[in-house]
């Protein structure tokens, strides 16, 4: 990852004339460049890791400000998210719901970062913060582990009307009680027509048995 502050790096040689694009690039690189030896994949033309964990996935995305400056400023804001692969198949399936993200949290010390000068030492540090974080607070190894966590700590954080849908997919017994708790972020709409889908899957599961 420290291959990226090479003699003849932007990351190295960046001055008043650097386009702040070109940093921001540059940056992100090495920091997909270092979560790919951890088993995410890094895309570049929307800069990004991912890694996966049976049905869920971390996102963690990469986005620039549109105030950034040559020679002062060259912002990067960090998103992590979880989302679930079913998901995304499930609401086209069903026609229901947004999408596959069903936590998006925003509490942390790292999420925005001015990166205009920063030395690997910086680099370094800031890895350590979002490594941490993701040991902490993204842990999805266990899905159901992770799936059982946000439910007992009703985070705010959780993405409501994504959530109850995927409680709806997986059967989930706890749906009617979130949905409850939840009267903000779950329409009358959404409730009516996931009510009408469980009901559907319990029919069609009493048939089979």
């Not at 951890?38 to 929307?46: E, F, L, N």
């Not at 960090?78 to 989302?83: A, D, E, K």
């Not at 972020?185 to 996931?194: D, F, I, P, R, Y």
């Amino acid at each position: 990852m420290t291959t990226f502050w090479t003699e003849n790096s932007i990351l190295t040689n960046q001055n008043e004339t650097t386009p702040p694009g070109e940093i921001f690039d540059e940056f992100c690189q090495a920091i997909g460049y270092y979560y790919q030896q951890k088993g995410y994949k890094y895309t570049r033309s929307r800069p990004k890791v991912k890694i996966e964990s049976r049905d869920l996935f971390v996102e963690i995305n990469f986005w620039s400000s549109r105030s950034n400056m040559a020679g002062s400023s060259v912002g990067l804001e960090i998103l992590p998210y979880v989302g679930s692969k079913k998901l995304k198949k499930w609401i086209k399936t069903n026609k229901t719901g947004r999408n596959e993200y069903i936590y998006g949290p925003t509490k942390y010390d790292f999420r925005f970062q001015n990166i205009y000068g920063a030395t690997v030492d910086f680099f370094l540090d800031l890895i350590l913060k979002i490594d941490k974080y993701i040991a902490e607070q993204l842990d999805i190894a266990d899905n159901k582990k992770f799936i059982d966590k946000l439910l007992t700590e009703n985070s705010n954080e959780i993405i409501t009307d994504n959530f109850a849908c995927y409680l709806a997919m997986n059967n989930d017994l706890r749906l009617q009680e979130f949905i409850e708790s939840h009267p903000d972020g779950v329409s009358s709409e959404l409730v009516a027509k996931l009510k009408e889908l469980t009901q559907e899957d319990r029919e069609s599961a009493n048939r089979e048995t």
